[in-house]
Nanobody, 128 residues
Framework: QVHLVESGGGLVQAGGSLRLSCAAS?????????VGWFRQGAGQEREFVAA????????RYADSAKGRFTISRDNAKNTVYLQMNILNAEDTAIYYC????????????????????WGQGTQVTVSS
């Protein structure tokens, strides 16, 4: 069974940093065509944050994440990371890891329906 577990969330002051981890079991991280990070704030829709392809060569970021967040994968550790820097209050949300084995095009790696497997999320709270 595919299982994704997020960790690394917590309370941080504005301007601080956090590194989120997405640990996979049941399948190797290398088997996923794409792994993405999404977030959902209170009363908000789930939105795309960042994604990475199987090779790790291609990444995509939401405009809000560009220059501040970095997604990476470590196949040996079966883990995908999201390094988040210069956090602000708008980053407060539950962050979810998502994965898919097959994706028709990298053009759709930013959308929620493109992913088949989701973790339970980890809370990130940024205080001002």
């Amino acid at each position: 069974q595919v299982h994704l577990v997020e960790s690394g969330g917590g309370l941080v002051q504005a301007g601080g940093s956090l590194r989120l981890s997405c640990a996979a079991s049941g399948r190797a991280i290398s088997n996923y065509a794409a792994v993405g990070w999404f977030r959902q704030g209170a009363g908000q829709e789930r939105e795309f944050v960042a994604a990475i392809t199987r090779s790790g060569q291609n990444t995509r970021y939401a405009d809000s994440a560009k220059g501040r967040f970095t997604i990476s994968r470590d196949n040996a550790k079966n883990t995908v990371y999201l390094q988040m820097n210069i956090l602000n209050a708008e980053d407060t949300a539950i962050y979810y890891c998502a994965a898919v084995f097959n994706m028709a095009s990298e053009a759709i790696m930013t959308t929620v329906p493109s992913y088949d497997y989701w973790g339970q999320g980890t809370q990130v709270t940024v205080s001002s």
